[in-house]
């Protein structure tokens, strides 16, 4: 649990900012400044740059974080997703409570270092978010492209497969949606893999939600999404099988008698998305061959 936000560890007042927190070692490294300009004047590799957000990668010290910066999303964006009956992302807030809630379920993903929230309307709010950097892990789209080239073993595929489809019913179970949850976003403990286990962390919380009771409609778009992500590596209808045996928890005739519409209807969102990808360019096309 190295990688987590303890649960005492949540927010204190501070007099420029919403809400703040900050770990031991940035509070000192930042002592007497104000944290929103010192986070918004890191600098520092850049993996992604759209408009109202920016994720780098930064050297603090002798330690490597993840830092993501929030501009405020403006009111033109906010109307579109009033107008298409969702919730915008503001900010920060979504990924902090994600990370502290996941540790307090016992559920791996980067561990919280600082978190602040800068005054002002829902619109123009600034927010960051600054998480370590999982180091010795690596994405599950990686560790599987790489089998187009050199084929796992048997016990190496399905040993990936239980552990995505226990990961996702215990992420699912406390009530969390990921609203993009593909491959590339679950991340294997290397040192595990090493030693012939999965262990698995997630991360890119940024669009996270939790609800007391997961509507179905969320539910199939997560789980859509990591079929989707999944489609080039050649899946087997056992192994899907497999998959809704395990993330049920329950026999799979009594699933799919119960639920068999539910799955049908997350396959057809899944092929969906990957003809789109097919379209774009964005997929291999291994699964329409």
Same mark, same amino acid.
């Given at each position: 649990?190295?990688?987590?936000?303890?649960?005492?560890?949540?927010?204190?007042?501070?007099?420029?900012?919403?809400?703040?927190?900050?770990?031991?070692?940035?509070?000192?490294?930042?002592?007497?400044?104000?944290?929103?300009?010192?986070?918004?004047?890191?600098?520092?590799?850049?993996?992604?740059?759209?408009?109202?957000?920016?994720?780098?990668?930064?050297?603090?010290?002798?330690?490597?974080?993840?830092?993501?910066?929030?501009?405020?999303?403006?009111?033109?964006?906010?109307?579109?997703?009033?107008?298409?009956?969702?919730?915008?992302?503001?900010?920060?807030?979504?990924?902090?409570?994600?990370?502290?809630?996941?540790?307090?379920?016992?559920?791996?993903?980067?561990? $919280?270092?600082?978190?602040?929230?800068? %005054?002002?309307?829902?619109?123009?709010?600034?927010?960051?978010?600054?998480?370590?950097?999982?180091?010795?892990?690596?994405?599950?789209?990686?560790?599987?492209?790489?089998?187009?080239?050199?084929?796992?073993?048997?016990?190496?595929?399905?040993?990936? $497969?239980?552990?995505?489809?226990?990961?996702?019913?215990?992420? %699912?179970?406390?009530?969390?949606?990921?609203?993009?949850?593909?491959?590339?976003?679950?991340?294997?403990?290397?040192?595990?893999?090493?030693?012939?286990?999965?262990?698995?962390?997630?991360?890119?919380?940024?669009?996270?939600?939790?609800?007391?009771?997961?509507?179905?409609?969320?539910?199939?778009?997560?789980?859509?999404?990591?079929?989707?992500?999944?489609?080039?590596?050649?899946?087997?209808?056992?192994?899907?099988?497999?998959?809704?045996?395990?993330?049920?928890?329950?026999?799979?005739?009594?699933?799919?008698?119960?639920?068999?519409?539910?799955?049908?209807?997350?396959?057809?969102?899944?092929?969906?998305?990957?003809?789109?990808?097919?379209?774009?360019?964005?997929?291999?096309?291994?699964?329409?061959?």
């Amino acid at each position: 649990m190295n990688n987590l936000v303890k649960p005492a560890e949540r927010l204190k007042p501070a007099s420029r900012t919403r809400m703040l927190f900050l770990n031991a070692h940035i509070e000192q490294l930042w002592r007497e400044k104000n944290p929103l300009d010192e986070a918004f004047s890191l600098q520092g590799e850049v993996f992604r740059d759209v408009p109202g957000r920016r994720t780098m990668r930064v050297q603090l010290g002798s330690s490597a974080y993840f830092v993501k910066l929030h501009y405020g999303v403006g009111w033109p964006e906010i109307f579109k997703n009033w107008l298409q009956l969702k919730w915008p992302v503001l900010g920060a807030t979504n990924e902090y409570e994600a990370c502290a809630g996941l540790f307090d379920v016992g559920i791996r993903a980067p561990r $919280l270092v600082a978190y602040g929230v800068s %005054h002002g309307s829902m619109a123009r709010r600034r927010s960051f978010i600054i998480t370590q950097e999982l180091a010795g892990f690596t994405s599950l789209e990686e560790i599987t492209e790489a089998w187009h080239a050199t084929a796992p073993t048997a016990k190496q595929r399905l040993a990936v $497969l239980v552990a995505v489809a226990k990961f996702a019913r215990a992420f %699912h179970a406390q009530g969390y949606i990921h609203r993009d949850f593909y491959i590339c976003h679950l991340l294997s403990d290397d040192a595990a893999m090493a030693d012939g286990r999965v262990d698995l962390a997630v991360l890119d919380l940024h669009r996270a939600r939790q609800f007391a009771e997961i509507p179905q409609r969320w539910l199939k778009r997560d789980l859509a999404a990591l079929l989707f992500s999944s489609m080039d590596l050649d899946l087997s209808k056992r192994e899907w099988l497999r998959f809704i045996r395990l993330y049920a928890g329950r026999p799979l005739r009594q699933e799919l008698s119960e639920q068999g519409a539910f799955w049908q209807s997350v396959l057809h969102r899944a092929e969906r998305l990957y003809d789109e990808g097919l379209r774009k360019g964005t997929v291999q096309g291994r699964y329409r061959t």
